[in-house]
């Protein structure tokens, strides 16, 4: 079969890059010769087939935010201030604002990033700049926007100077508000974008190369790994490979209880 996108997803496609030809994830056999393939047309409204040999969910993280901790009884509001107010590590020093996160509380789609950088953190907002352009037009061709239908959040919530890499008891010290933010919201799905937000849902040190293309767990949540769209705008010929993630995802979701 051949793929069939709409205008509007073959333009949100040619903005991240991609051709819309291309073929989409393929099931194994049609991954060893390519040349046989008459890829089959799945339509992004509803979820594609889950081909045979899938290979199952690879690991549970454990859920970190501890039972006698106050975050974890807190909802939206109280947490957003908790988040405001936290000096917990030193990051707390050279913020401008934390970053919270953004979009729909009632969300089957949560995209989990990194940490706030500079535009995030002059404008409170996470994936904001070049990347969160890019993430944007990502979401569009998903039929999605950062407002609705999607919740994004960062793995830390206040920006590492000049952008180092986040320290692990930075990591440590902030994971239980994302904990608490995917409790609150239950996603169906969750875009694990970067080494930073892989490593704290999965608690897997491996390479996103090395991750990607299969579906993992957080409890009881699908999680896809993907390029973080910072990474694929230095490397833009893993844009197609995002744009597998995503069809990954979306097959994901469309295996999920409704
Ligand atoms: S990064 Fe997280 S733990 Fe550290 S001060 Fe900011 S909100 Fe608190």
Redesign the pocket.
């Known amino acids: 079969m051949t793929v069939r996108l709409d205008e509007r997803q073959r333009a949100m496609l040619a903005e991240m890059g991609i051709r819309w030809y291309e073929p989409l994830v393929l099931a194994d056999a049609e991954r060893r010769d390519p040349a046989t393939v008459q890829e089959p047309a799945p339509d992004l409204a509803r979820p594609r087939a889950r081909p045979a040999a899938e290979p199952a969910v690879t690991r549970t993280a454990e859920v970190m935010v501890a039972e006698s901790s106050p975050v974890e009884l807190m909802g939206w509001d109280e947490l957003r201030q908790a988040?405001a107010a936290?000096?917990?590590?030193q990051?707390?020093t050279g913020?401008r604002q934390?970053v919270f996160g953004v979009g729909d509380r009632q969300a089957d789609w949560l995209v989990v990033g990194e940490a706030p950088g500079e535009n995030e953190d002059l404008q409170g907002e996470p994936f904001v700049g070049s990347a969160g352009k890019l993430l944007d037009n990502m979401l569009k061709a998903l039929g999605l926007d950062r407002r609705h239908k999607v919740y994004i959040a960062n793995v830390?919530?206040?920006r590492p100077p000049a952008n180092r890499n986040p320290l692990p008891q930075?990591v440590a010290?902030?994971e239980p508000?994302l904990r608490r933010q995917i409790q609150l919201l239950q996603p169906r799905i969750i875009l694990a974008m970067g080494r930073f937000a892989v490593q704290s849902l999965l608690g897997s040190n491996d390479p996103i190369g090395k991750l990607r293309g299969r579906v993992h767990r957080h409890g009881e949540i699908p999680v896809v790994v993907t390029y973080h769209p910072a990474y694929l705008l230095r490397n833009p010929a893993d844009k197609a490979r995002a744009w597998d993630d995503l069809c990954l995802a979306l097959d994901a979701l469309g295996r999920q209880p409704g």
């Open positions: 988040v936290c000096q917990a590590c990051l707390c913020r934390t830390l919530k206040c930075e010290q902030c508000f």
